[in-house]
T-cell receptor, first 110, second 113 residues
Framework: EDQVTQSPEALRLQEGESSSLNCSYT??????LFWYRQDPGKGPEFLFT???AGEEKEKERLKATLTKKESFLHITAPKPEDSATYLC???????????FGAGTILRVKS | DGGITQSPKYLFRKEGQNVTLSCEQN?????MYWYRQDPGQGLRLIYY???????QKGDIAEGYSVSREKKESFPLTVTSAQKNPTAFYLC????????????FGPGTRLLVL
């Protein structure tokens, strides 16, 4: 069974304090790994898709990386507006659905 | 602007009542999905549709029904058989099954009176 585990459950950072969020996965043939950002009471906003180990993608202060077992979302010099829940999901080659982790709640204080 | 709209934003259900959540997209996407989000859990797939007049059950379809009569619309009905309907419901779409990236609507929060 495909599974996604995200850690930590919650993370508090000071503005400018860089850190990483982890997404560990098991899947029978990875088609793609997805990162989303979700603000309270809103739908998830697409950030990145990663397809193969070694791939990296960046957007502003965010950088996503992928290995054969996990993905990291690195946040460099975060700002309060980066506060949100970050969701990770995987899709297998044979499946239609995304399997989501429970998310990491990030709070950045000024 | 292209996007996905969901209505209403909040919905209240009385015991024994069926309620329908609306999802509309103007992205010309073939595939549409319904997810349920509960606190502390990942999103779980209820139903999905890859093409008009066709849909498949997801992991938690019991107590729910859908229709796909138009490409733009994928309404979800929460029936009285769903005993724990309180949750945040999210609709998503993708260009087609081969294009994996799913884009989400703003969500509907369903509460039981």
């Amino acid at each position: 069974e495909d599974q996604v585990t995200q850690s930590p459950e919650a993370l508090r950072l000071q503005e400018g304090e860089s850190s990483s969020l982890n997404c560990s996965y098991t899947v029978s043939g990875l088609r793609g790994l997805f990162w989303y950002r979700q603000d309270p009471g809103k739908g998830p906003e697409f950030l990145f898709t990663l397809y193969s180990a070694g791939e990296e993608k960046e957007k502003e202060r965010l950088k996503a990386t992928l290995t054969k077992k996990e993905s990291f979302l690195h946040i460099t010099a975060p700002k309060p507006e980066d506060s949100a829940t970050y969701l990770c999901a995987v899709q297998a080659w044979w499946g239609n659905k995304l399997v989501f982790g429970a998310g990491t709640i990030l709070r950045v204080k000024s | 602007d292209g996007g996905i709209t969901q209505s209403p934003k909040y919905l209240f259900r009385k015991e024994g009542q069926n309620v329908t959540l609306s999802c509309e997209q103007n992205l010309n996407h073939d595939a549409m999905y319904w997810y349920r989000q509960d606190p502390g859990q990942g999103l779980r797939l209820i139903y999905y549709s890859q093409i008009v007049n066709d849909f498949q059950k997801g992991d938690i379809a019991e107590g729910y029904s859908v229709s796909r009569e138009k490409k733009e619309s994928f309404p979800l009905t929460v029936t009285s058989a769903q005993k724990n309907p309180t949750a945040f419901y999210l609709c998503a779409s993708s260009i087609d099954r081969a294009q994996e990236t799913q884009y989400f609507g703003p969500g509907t929060r369903l509460l039981v009176l």
